[in-house]
């Protein structure tokens, strides 16, 4: 028996796997049908998205005012305990679901590609992990994310320019000044000439305190010539 005219033995298995083992959505769980993906239609408008790329004086350029100079600065969506963005970031975090990143990521860029200052950028830099804890995640989810955000914007994504030298405790529980200190001296530029003169975005997936990223930023703006801009996909709020 022939395969049904037009349709490849690899689309056809794929049909067949997706019969039995659907995907299904991080929201509600149901199968996603064609054209879905991570998310359901219906789960898609429960993403709780900021629209800061359209606000001038934003929360997040509110919250690195004065303590680094930037650019342009924005957060794709709130991040709230227990919401839905907390669950489907801490599945891209812990439970390897990199297609998680992969979807915000290219969500996230569509946004910034209407913005009249993305087109300024040269490079996408993710927030580092520490190489310890690299090889027990097996990945950096910033990177992910800055991976699918570079493919669609067409701007280079350089992972390795930016190293964490410092293996810091962990951030939870502990005030603003006690992150600003435990990410002091924490990042390190590996290639000077990679990034003299130009503008870098820097990427992480939720900004809180702002602690981690003001580090990255202090490590960046020491080379000559350097710009930076700020995008996290998710902003804590209360």
Known sequence: MGLIPGVTFTELRKGITHLFYPDL?????????AHEEVLCIACETLVPETNYDSIADNDTVVRFAGRVPFQHATSFAYFTE????????????????????EYFGRRFAR??????????????????????RMQRRGYNQSEVIAGAMSE?????SLPSVLARVRNTESQVNKTRHERTENMRSAFAVTDNNAIAGKHILILDDVLTTGATI?????????V????????TIGIAVS
């Open 25 to 33: 959505c991080e929201g509600c769980n149901r199968p996603l049908v």
């Open 82 to 101: 227990d919401g839905l963005l907390q669950h489907m970031l801490h599945g891209l975090k812990y439970r390897g679901r990199k297609e998680i990143g």
């Open 111 to 132: 946004r910034l590609l209407a913005t009249d200052w993305i087109s300024t950028v040269d490079a996408i830099i993710p927030v580092p992990l520490h190489l310890t």
């Open 152 to 156: 669609t914007l067409h701007i280079p």
């Open 214 to 222: 003001e580090a990255c930023a202090a490590a960046l703006l020491a």
């Open 224 to 231: 000559e010539g350097v710009k930076i801009s700020i995008a």
